[in-house]
């Protein structure tokens, strides 16, 4: 047998390896209620609008089916720089660099900035590629703690405590995936005085999800600093509703000049990969251009489902949830002991035995997830209600069996 690197046989993603057992369980003929994927498009009536799919198809008949430059075409990193002033910092085009989602945008930070030995330190629990991806650049991912019984907000304490030289990253989601935490401007200010005591520390803000904030207090890191560089990433997937189109973007704020060397490295590694998908690029560009306004459609559904699933959650005996400020999930805790202790287990007999699919917590961060299932909320609300019941009778049904 001819050996995996061990590079590969290491890497994990709990958001699809739980799919396994279901693709198994669909094809022996069940249907089953998927709540495990962060994608708006799987569910009804978060379309992605019409007028970017009109510039997207427009843009195939129209020939624009060859490469286009690597960084980004001029138009829609313009483009981009516009929205990311908006928010509050001097974002230009030659700021933006565009790339196949926020997950290529991280590799390719990852490969512009870290060595052997180095830290990233990112959220726990978090989105999976931040563990997965540093490790493959010989770099180690730490976490820093959200407080989980408040909120999830992030833990300045502990992030203060881990800091130290070899931090090259640091990483805020906000609003956070799995978590739904919305951090605000005086957190962020803290962070950022934190940062700087370290030069060589860069922040990477994910604020993928920056526009679906429900509490008001989302802002841009980068609007807040006025020394530490910032890896802003954004992009089509969430707020724009077209993940499958594969487009986002990382823009650099440099207050203090320091990054000249990193961003010679990330251009050499984005001429090296040719480009991303150049009609996919028009049609986020007519979205950035287009009127907003259908995005207030869309956050009312979002924010409804949102409140069925808290109502439904405080009614059901076994389950606990702080209520998430923004994205669209619910990092949902499991309070019977039998369960608590195994997160895992639970997902995967409510997928035998209700066929529903969540995504256990532990999948987010095996020390500060576990105890927990994420649920994404965008389902219709007859099939939100529907799971519901089927966990809640899971739940039943599992503490008589163990009485
Ligand atoms: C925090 C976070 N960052 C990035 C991504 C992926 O972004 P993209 O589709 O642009 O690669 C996700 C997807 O779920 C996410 O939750």
């Known amino acids: 047998m001819i050996p995996v690197s061990s590079r590969a046989s290491t890497i994990e993603y709990a958001i699809r390896d739980v799919v396994v057992p279901a693709t198994k369980l669909e094809s022996e003929g069940h249907s089953i209620i998927k709540l495990n994927i962060g994608d708006p498009i799987a569910y009804p009536g978060l379309p992605t609008p019409r ?4 510039a997207y198809s427009a843009a195939l008949l129209d020939g624009n089916n060859g490469y286009s430059p690597s960084y980004g075409m001029p138009d829609l990193r313009e483009a981009i720089a516009a929205d990311e002033s908006s928010k509050g910092w001097p974002c230009s085009s030659d700021d933006v660099y565009v790339c196949h989602g926020v997950t290529e945008a991280l590799q390719i930070i990852f490969a512009a900035t870290l060595e052997e030995g180095n830290k990233v330190l990112a959220p726990g629990p978090h989105y999976p590629p931040y563990m997965a991806y540093p490790q493959m650049y010989g770099a180690t991912t730490i976490e820093y703690a959200l407080k989980s019984d408040d909120g999830w907000a992030i833990d300045l304490d502990d992030i203060e405590s881990k800091m130290d030289d070899d931090v090259r990253l640091l990483v805020l989601i906000n609003p956070n995936n799995p978590t739904g935490n919305v951090a605000g401007a005086d957190e962020i200010q803290k962070l950022l005085n934190i ?9 990477v803000a994910d604020e993928i999800y920056d526009a679906l904030d429900f509490s008001g207090k989302q802002v841009s890191v980068a609007s807040l600093s006025e020394d530490v560089p910032v890896f802003s990433l954004n992009g089509v ?5 077209a993940p499958g189109w594969r487009i986002g973007y990382l823009a650099i704020h440099d207050p203090s000049g320091v990054l000249l060397n990193v961003r ?6 984005l001429r090296s990969r040719l480009c991303a998908s150049t009609p996919a690029q028009l049609g986020y560009l007519a979205g950035l251009n287009g009127n907003r306004d259908w995005m207030n459609e869309h956050m009312s559904k979002v924010q409804s489902r949102r409140q069925l699933c808290l ?3 405080s009614k059901i005996d076994g389950l606990e949830v702080e209520a998430p400020g923004g994205a669209f999930y619910m990092f949902v805790r499991l309070t019977d002991e039998m369960w608590s202790k195994n997160d895992k287990e639970f997902v995967l007999q409510l997928l035998h035995q209700e066929h529903v699919l969540v ?12 105890g927990h299932i994420r649920i994404v909320y965008l389902a219709d609300e007859k099939t939100l209600n529907t799971a519901f019941d089927r966990i809640d009778s899971f739940l039943q049904r599992n503490r008589t069996a163990k009485k």
Do not use: Q
Not at 51 to 54: A, D, K, L, N
Not at 237 to 241: D, L, T
């Open 237 to 241: 997937s969430k707020v724009y509703y």
């Open 51 to 54: 007028h970017m799919v009109e």
């Open 359 to 370: 995504v256990h917590g532990s999948g987010f961060s095996p020390e500060k997830g576990a």
């Open 311 to 313: 109502d439904r959650i």
């Open 264 to 269: 010679d490295g990330i251009e050499r590694l």
């Open 195 to 203: 940062t700087k005591k370290w030069p060589n520390c860069m922040i």
